[in-house]
């Protein structure tokens, strides 16, 4: 058991991981008022409680163990290793799938981000692109990418219980542009909502959608 915890305690790594991934969503998602600044401070939760708990100290399965009955002796740092009982293979297959998953995210996450941009210094509604799949395609990588690392990769109990808290958080907020974006752009919008899902693409476009993200990524560096 040791040896699965064997990185456990590295609070140094832990600081500069949270560093650097707050920094990149803040980068990105740049909270202009007090509610934007509330859902971001619940990813920002997030973050800590993930990374602190994957180089600091695993409270999680600490309290699974300790208060929880789950067996010590079949006990690795990955929650999903530990209960399908896969031991280092079960920890491999998570962190590949995870990881594919943030990736995918973080790619929706910034070409939403950029497309968004470039059409509000045009003063126009932006329905092409990522947008002609989802109203909210930037949202859509967010919630891929938080699940794939804080679900998939490394589940810890505060990473399961604030995923779907950011979700609502964030459908939330989603709500609230639309009605502003209602109030621009009237009725063109409105015909737009009826046309595209909020976040999860209709049936069978998820990968025209991953493939609209690489074609304005190949777009954006031409």
């Known amino acids: 058991m040791n040896e699965s915890f064997n990185h456990?305690?590295?609070?140094?790594?832990?600081?500069?991981?949270?560093v650097l991934v707050s920094w990149f969503f803040?980068?990105?998602?740049?909270?202009?008022?007090?509610?934007?600044?509330?859902?971001a401070g619940v990813v920002q939760a997030f973050i800590i409680a993930l990374y602190a708990e994957m180089y600091g100290f695993p409270l999680t399965i600490y309290l699974l163990v300790r208060f929880f009955g789950l067996d010590s002796e079949y006990v690795s740092a990955s929650l999903w290793s530990t209960l399908i009982g896969l031991g280092e293979t079960g920890m491999l297959v998570s962190m590949l799938l995870g990881y594919a998953l943030a990736?995918?995210?973080i790619g929706l996450f910034i070409q939403g981000?950029?497309?968004?941009?470039?059409?509000?210094?045009?003063?126009?509604?932006v329905k092409d692109g990522l947008y002609a799949y989802v109203?909210?395609?930037q949202y859509t990588g967010l919630f891929i990418a938080l699940f794939g690392e804080g679900v998939v990769h490394w589940p810890t109990l505060f990473s399961v219980g604030?995923?779907?808290?950011?979700?609502?958080?964030y459908t939330w907020l989603a709500r609230?542009?639309?009605?502003?974006?209602?109030?621009?752009?009237?009725?063109?919008?409105?015909?737009?909502?009826?046309q595209v899902p909020m976040f999860i693409p209709r049936w069978g476009?998820?990968?025209q959608l991953a493939a609209a993200s690489r074609n304005s990524s190949e777009n954006d560096t031409v």
């Open 26 to 39: 803040y980068r990105y998602f740049a909270p202009k008022n007090w509610r934007e600044w509330a859902g």
């Open 8 to 18: 456990a305690g590295a609070w140094g790594i832990t600081l500069i991981v949270i």
């Open 103 to 105: 990736f995918t995210g």
């Open 135 to 137: 109203r909210h395609p």
């Open 176 to 194: 609230r542009e639309e009605r502003q974006v209602l109030k621009e752009f009237g009725e063109e919008y409105r015909a737009y909502q009826r």
């Open 113 to 125: 981000w950029r497309q968004v941009h470039k059409a509000r210094g045009e003063n126009r509604l």
């Open 162 to 169: 604030l995923f779907p808290v950011i979700v609502l958080v």
């Open 205 to 207: 476009r998820w990968r």
